[in-house]
């Protein structure tokens, strides 16, 4: 069901310099209640400019899982524990999704 009036949930995408890094942090944020849950996919590859130098690094993406309560925490506390200067931190709403599955996030929070 998509509920466009109102978003409740939002998945938030966060780079990493390593999967280690990524584990470390995402068991922080599930134990500390600021999200439900991590979905971790090590060694992606990223292409981007950084102080005018082309980089090539192989990274670990985590997407998030949690509530319109908790996202600004979430966000804040992300940037505290990271290690890069200007972590790459994306907030994307959920439009809807299994309603079960959305009801276990709720739950979990």
């Known amino acids: ?9 939002y998945s938030v995408y966060v780079t990493f310099s390593n999967e280690e890094e ?11 209640g600021l999200a439900a849950c991590a979905n971790i996919m090590p060694k992606i590859s990223s292409v981007y400019l950084w102080e005018g130098k082309l980089q090539n690094v192989s990274e670990t ?5 949690t509530n319109v309560n908790k996202i600004e925490k979430l966000q804040s ?10 972590p790459c931190i994306l907030i994307l709403p959920i439009f ?3 309603p079960g599955y959305l009801d276990w996030v709720r739950n979990s929070l």
């Open 77 to 86: 506390r992300t940037k505290e524990l990271h290690s890069y200067e200007t």
């Open 22 to 32: 990524a584990v470390k942090i995402s068991n922080q944020l599930v134990s500390e």
């Open 96 to 98: 809807g999704g299994e």
């Open 1 to 9: 069901m998509i509920q466009t009036n109102s978003i409740e949930f």
């Open 61 to 65: 993406l985590a997407f998030y899982k």
